[in-house]
């Protein structure tokens, strides 16, 4: 069975770095592309950046390039998204998500994130 | 940057209804659409890919269509399960999403 479960939910200052995790079972970790995706509260879906764990290839949405950094370790089937310096606005839940062929069939359960002074 | 754009934004309707949301692209994208389901709280849920190809496991009053830059979701008669908001996603170039559809009981 396939599960993509992440960590839980966090709450920072601004400033402050963080980098939440997604770990994937049930599949070749490898073999597929896996991704974030933000949802601020009350609003839509964004894709934020995707990662090919089989050769750590990078692709990130216009809006979060040199924002945040996706990266995987494959030793341990787990893909990361870290800030180096959060913000208010980063306050959303997010999503851990993988791709098959562009549509998503696994979604984590979601990762909480509030960023207040 | 392709944009998505649905309507309605919200739409009302009873169960048992026949209902369909729309969702056009800024520019063509072939049939590389999706389209999820959200309920409060909870990760969206794949009801179609490829425009009109059905998840397994989702019932078949859920149907895809169309292509290019126009695509739409029907819900045949809806039932008390199907109120949520609803999102499609082109993934042509890169990966986006509508706004949502939100589906509330008239």
């Known amino acids: 069975e396939v599960q993509l479960v992440q960590s839980g939910a966090e709450v920072r200052k601004p400033g402050e770095p963080l980098k939440i995790s997604c770990k994937a079972s049930?599949?070749?970790?490898?073999?597929?592309?896996i991704g974030w995706v933000r949802q601020m509260p009350g609003k839509s879906l964004e894709w934020m950046a995707i990662?090919?764990?089989?050769?750590?290839?990078?692709t990130y949405g216009p809006s979060f390039q040199g924002q945040v950094t996706i990266s995987a370790d494959k030793s341990i089937s787990t893909a990361y998204l870290q800030w180096s310096s959060l913000k208010a606005s980063d306050t959303a839940m997010y999503y851990c998500?993988?791709?098959?062929?562009?549509?998503?069939?696994?979604w984590g359960q979601g990762t909480l994130v509030t960023v207040s002074s | 940057d392709i944009q998505m754009t649905q309507s309605p934004s919200t739409l009302s309707a009873s169960v048992g209804d026949r209902v369909t949301i729309t969702c056009r692209a800024s520019?063509?994208?072939?049939?590389?659409l999706a389209w999820y389901q959200q309920k409060p709280g909870k990760a969206p849920k794949l009801l179609i890919y490829?425009?009109?190809s059905l998840e397994s496991g989702v019932p078949s009053r859920f149907s895809g269509s169309g292509s290019g830059t126009e695509f739409t979701l029907t819900i045949s008669s809806l039932q008390p399960d199907d109120f949520a908001t609803y999102y499609c996603?082109?993934?042509?170039?890169?990966?986006?999403f509508g706004q949502g559809t939100k589906l509330e009981i008239k």
């Open positions: 998500a993988r791709p098959i062929s562009g549509s998503v069939d696994y």
């Open positions: 049930g599949y070749s970790f490898t073999s597929y592309r």
């Open positions: 990662i090919y764990p089989g050769d750590s290839e990078t």
């Open positions: 520019q063509r994208i072939s049939s590389w």
């Open positions: 490829k425009a009109s």
């Open positions: 996603q082109q993934y042509d170039t890169y990966y986006n």
